[in-house]
C-alpha cells in the first residue's frame, strides 16, 4: 500500500496561490491515478483534482476548474497542485489520495492510499 506524505499548505490571503506536493512510496500499480481532495471544517471530502500517469488523463471540480493545476512528476513518483486565485473557500486540509480508476477515485469510493492532510488557509 503506497504510503502519501504531502507538503506545501500554509496560509495565503485571497486572490494568492499555493502549491502542494505529494510525494508517494509504493508500487507504481497502486499509483496510477493520484488526486487531491479538500475538506473544510464540518464538511465532508471533496474531490478536488486528478491525473494518470503520464497526465494522459486528468480531471478537476467544476470550482476549481482554470485556477487550479494538477501535475507529475512519475520519475519521483510526485503529483503537484498549482492552486492560483485562491478564494477563503477553498480552505481546508488537502488529503493526497491514489487509486486505480479514475470515476472511483473521484467518488471517493476505491481509495488505495491516503496521506495525513496538509492545512491550507486562505483569509478574505
Known amino acids: 500500500q503506497a504510503q502519501l506524505v504531502e507538503s506545501g499548505g500554509g496560509v495565503v490571503q485571497a486572490g494568492g496561490s499555493l502549491n502542494l506536493s505529494c510525494v508517494a512510496s509504493?508500487?507504481?500499480?497502486?499509483?496510477?491515478?493520484m488526486g487531491w481532495f479538500s475538506q473544510a471544517p464540518g464538511k465532508e471530502r471533496e474531490f478536488v483534482a486528478a491525473t494518470s500517469r503520464g497526465e494522459q488523463i486528468t480531471s478537476y471540480a467544476d470550482s476549481v476548474k482554470g485556477r487550479f493545476t494538477i501535475s507529475r512528476n512519475d520519475a519521483k513518483n510526485t503529483v503537484y497542485l498549482q492552486m492560483n486565485g485562491l478564494k477563503p473557500e477553498d480552505t481546508g486540509v488537502y488529503y493526497c489520495?491514489?487509486?486505480?480508476?479514475?470515476?472511483?477515485?473521484?467518488?471517493?469510493?476505491?481509495?488505495?492510499?491516503w496521506g495525513q492532510g496538509t492545512q491550507v488557509t486562505v483569509s478574505s
Open positions: 509504493s508500487r507504481p500499480t497502486t499509483t496510477y491515478f
Open positions: 489520495a491514489a487509486g486505480a480508476d479514475l470515476s472511483t477515485l473521484r467518488a471517493g469510493t476505491h481509495v488505495y492510499s
